[in-house]
């Protein structure tokens, strides 16, 4: 992949397989944190159809100590090396090279390639760090396998790991000792890892299916080991469910996790060698909520899970990218919503695509799930990429039935396994499995932007015709003005006077079967002949299609329809669209409000209803979801009518608040049961609703002082901060200093003083970045202040002063300089700045311009000129 346009981007357009395959890699690591020298031994093989090319590889600021070809040492004429690239003139065969260069991990702040977190030794590769530790053609169609020596001092270093599986180890004599590993899968260079340090571990062995003994460890530094142990269940569940649902098994004789505390992602798949960032492995009931407890399951799943999508499939070219992840995604969220409640999962899902991955679509950063052209890879790992990603391969489950994907799936797997792939090649094995030309279903892949759904429905009483006109449209996106209709499986109900359900099939203009059009066209109309009476329409059940619908309906419709509608994600979904017209529609507002009011009035009296579920009623669209519904941001006036509203209902509904509250107490003591985490999700949602209601009361100060669950302090400590109760300084400063040698939970306390909903709270985090809580080199307390606060504290980072937007620019300015990922992904929540009224516009537009010339990285540069260009 090369800048062969000269334009600062690459194109996939201009893919070229690789002129020298890389077939083995030994590498020789002595590690130290301050110098490591790492010597690499790589068979490299000429593609015979390409003769001729030289050898080019990738090394990015290395310090080369050693070369040689096939055993003799190249002189400076027989190679070059510009800080970025390696090339060597065409040896004219398949050679092998010899390289010896030195690193230094504890000056890398940037988390990528090897370095150093506490007193461990790590690595992070994807998508192009490994070209920080050695030379390599650091491309994913480069797929060597793998022998690694590890050598270090064996009391700084007792455990040493790396991909695959153990083969040797033994003293050196000089108190060093080493460790070899061998990774016998064809594995590209981003998929490289090593752990070294003094780390612990708790351990399982089992059987797969294919009778293969495994043993699964979870590491972490000795004191956190004990908080490994769900971790490790959770891999445990993710290997079956692999076997059980998809017929994968796992091919290595040992699979390790380690967590980490400075890690700029999540977690990383790497082969046999997962490294986690430790919010992602560590918890107790002590210290983790239970959504860090469910977040932690879906990750490990999700990283697990990329063993076979993305590991043993890997991806061609970056372009590729949601191959894996999208698939990756659609594959934990299924594994979470099979152990789970899929409705309380969908809900999360959805809440997500709404309030962030539209948001991204709409704005200046939106890009094609398959964006065609990039400047720095880094900056699409997106919510696109990933959630979106994951909803087209939904899309597909669909249209084609949950054995008709199994078998496209198998298919996939097996026509690709231990090679690179590509989006073509994985359809190509869902168009053979299911029969279907899949031709414009990839347009979902191309076409930036969320599809725009607007359905008219007419209604002859004379005649008893009904016709539904259903007009597709995806708005225009940076780069892309014209779009072209997708392939759409709208789900749809009729109801008739009674709630009885109309099951006649409409004539349509598209094929239509139980209860779903394929939408290909521009526009389709379904028509029934002879109803005796204008039926209640419903749609898009599930959120099958990833849209906006546009619908009109009455109040008194979304009332019927409230009672009508027995699925639990679409009596949500009716109840988020209730508080959108209560907030957004003008007209019928009044109406809507109180029709809410009732429908939650029966839920919270419902109670053979899933507290969860009522909880998530609860919880009205956020800002972000309501935000991303008008046409111009005024973020004042938006948070202050979603309070009022809150405020109302509320007050409506205070006695049943008050004995839901009360009567879930027991079940919501301890536990990590289904019906224990869903009491206090319902119990939290109370207390917030009870509290903003009355500060004064105690009820909060008396939660968190009781509370023998960080799900139970930590939502008290919320409403305290939140609401400005009495006891909030106290009950912060308690919190403080019981967890201040924990910096997962010092995130937290950290992210609700940054989320405070009051224009003041830039006063709080300023004051954060000063003391010593402030450490700007771990991704996690960055995000907890500075995240938190530009993304989920509207009232804060929108002030009309224009001081958050000042902030948070100032800060990317020098994080950059420390890890351009965590600026750049900061950087990302200007993204809608254009939507916003003219008060927050020309200070955002000055605080953006005011970084011109100021960011060094290319990662945060290209997005720059994405937000102002
Ligand atoms: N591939 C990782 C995942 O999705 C995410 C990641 C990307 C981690 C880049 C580190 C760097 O699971
Ligand atoms: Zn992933």
């Not at 759904?453 to 015709?465: H, K, T, Y």
């Not at 139970?712 to 019981?738: D, K, M, N, V, Y």
């Not at 008060?839 to 937000?867: F, V, Y």
């Amino acid at each position: 992949m090369s800048l062969s346009r000269g334009d600062g981007f690459v194109h996939l357009a201009d893919y070229r397989a690789p002129a020298w395959r890389v077939l083995h890699a030994g590498l020789v690591f002595e590690l130290d944190p301050a110098a490591t020298t790492v010597e690499s031994v790589l068979s490299l093989e000429p593609d015979p159809a390409r003769p001729g090319q030289p050898v080019t590889l990738d090394g990015e600021g290395l310090e080369l100590l050693a070369i040689e070809l096939d055993g003799r040492a190249l002189g400076g004429d027989g190679y070059a090396y510009d800080g970025h690239q390696l090339t060597i003139l065409d040896p004219g065969r398949a050679c092998e090279l010899r390289t010896r260069v030195r690193i230094h991990p504890d000056a890398n702040t940037r988390l990528e390639g090897l370095y150093q977190s506490g007193r461990l030794l790590l690595t992070q590769c994807e998508a192009q760090g490994f070209r920080r530790i050695t030379f390599m053609a650091d491309r994913p169609d480069v797929m060597p396998r793998w022998r690694i020596t590890l050598r270090a001092a064996r009391d700084a270093f007792p455990v040493l790991l790396a991909n695959g599986n153990p083969v040797s180890s033994r003293g050196l004599g000089d108190g060093r000792h080493e460790a070899v590993w061998e990774n016998p899968h064809p594995t590209p260079a981003y998929l490289f890892a090593i752990a070294a340090g003094e780390l612990g571990r708790v351990t399982k062995t089992l059987r797969t299916a294919e009778g293969r003994e495994v043993e699964l460890n979870v590491w972490a530094e000795p004191g956190d080991v004990e908080r490994c142990r769900y971790a490790l269940g959770a891999v445990d569940r993710s290997l079956r469910w692999d076997e059980r649902r998809f017929g994968r098994g796992y091919d290595l004789d040992v699979f390790n996790v380690v967590a980490a505390q400075d890690f700029t992602m999540g977690a990383m798949e790497n082969k046999g060698l997962n490294i986690f960032n430790a919010r992602y492995i560590l918890a107790d009931e002590a210290t983790a909520t239970d959504a860090d407890f469910l977040a932690i399951e879906s990750v490990v799943a999700h990283e697990y899970l990329h063993n076979w999508s993305g590991n043993r499939v890997t991806l061609r070219d970056w372009f590729q990218l949601s191959l894996k992840e999208g698939l990756t995604v659609f594959r934990d969220t299924e594994f979470s919503s099979d152990l789970h409640s899929r409705a309380l999962k969908r809900i999360e899902v959805v809440r997500l695509l709404r309030g962030r991955q539209f948001a991204e679509d709409a704005g200046a950063l939106a890009h094609p799930v398959r964006p065609d052209r990039y400047k720095e890879i880094s900056n699409f790992y997106t919510l696109t990429i990933y959630e979106k990603g994951a909803e087209i391969i939904r899309v597909l489950h669909t249209l084609v039935g949950e054995d008709t994907f199994r078998a496209g799936m198998d298919r996939y797997f097996a026509d690709n396994d231990g090679k690179a792939a590509t989006l073509e090649d994985f359809l190509a094995a869902h168009a053979a499995a299911s029969g279907r030309d899949l031709a414009q279903f990839a347009r979902w892949y191309a076409q930036a932007g969320t599809p725009e759904l607007a359905i008219r429905a007419d209604f002859d009483a004379a005649s008893g015709d009904y016709t539904l006109t259903i007009d597709q449209h995806t708005p225009a996106t940076p780069g892309q003005p014209e779009k072209q209709p997708l392939l759409i499986p709208l789900r749809f109900a009729l109801y008739d006077a009674d709630g009885g359900e109309i099951t006649t099939p409409p004539e349509a203009d598209a094929v239509v079967r139980e209860g779903m059009a394929e939408l290909t066209a521009a526009r389709h109309v379904l028509r029934w002949r002879g109803l005796r009476g204008r039926p209640l329409p419903a749609f898009n059940h599930g959120f099958a299609a990833p849209v906006k619908l546009q619908v009109d309906y009455s109040v008194d419709e979304l009332a019927r329809l409230a009672r009508l509608e027995r699925d639990a994600f679409n009596r949500w979904d009716l109840l988020q669209r209730l508080a959108t017209d209560a907030l957004l529609g003008a007209a019928h507002a009044e109406a809507a409000t109180q029709t809410l009011s009732d429908v939650l009035a029966d839920l919270l009296e419902d109670t053979s209803a899933d507290p969860a579920f009522v909880a998530e009623c609860l919880a009205l669209p956020d800002f972000d979801t309501l935000a991303e519904q008008v046409d111009e941001v005024d973020v004042e006036a938006l948070v202050g009518r979603r309070e009022e509203l809150l405020d109302r209902l509320a007050e409506d509904q205070v006695e049943r608040l008050q004995s839901r509250y009360e009567a879930l107490a027991d079940v919501a003591a301890g536990g990590l049961d289904g019906p224990e985490m869903s009491a206090r999700a319902l119990r939290n949602a109370c207390l917030s609703w009870l509290t903003r209601l009355d500060p004064q009361a105690a009820l909060a100060e008396a939660q968190f002082a009781a509370a023998n669950t960080m799900t139970a302090r930590l939502a008290a400590l919320r409403c305290l901060l939140h609401f400005q109760a009495p006891g909030a300084e106290a009950a912060l400063a308690a919190f403080q200093q019981q967890f201040r040698h924990d910096p997962l939970v010092t995130d937290k306390w950290i992210a609700l003083v940054a989320t405070r909903p009051h224009p003041e709270a830039l006063a709080d985090v300023e004051a954060l970045m000063a003391s010593n809580w402030w450490k700007a080199t771990n991704p996690n307390r960055v995000r907890a202040l500075l995240g938190s606060f530009a993304r989920s504290n509207p009232l804060g980072f929108h002030r009309r002063d224009g001081a958050g937007y000042r902030l948070v620019a100032t800060q990317v300015a020098s994080l950059d300089a420390i890890n351009p990922q965590v600026a750049a992904r900061l950087l990302g929540a200007f993204e809608s700045w254009r939507r916003w009224t003219a008060p927050h516009r020309g200070p955002a537009r000055e605080a953006l311009a005011a970084l011109e010339g100021k960011l060094g990285s290319p990662d945060g540069r290209d997005l720059l000129e994405r937000l102002l260009g």
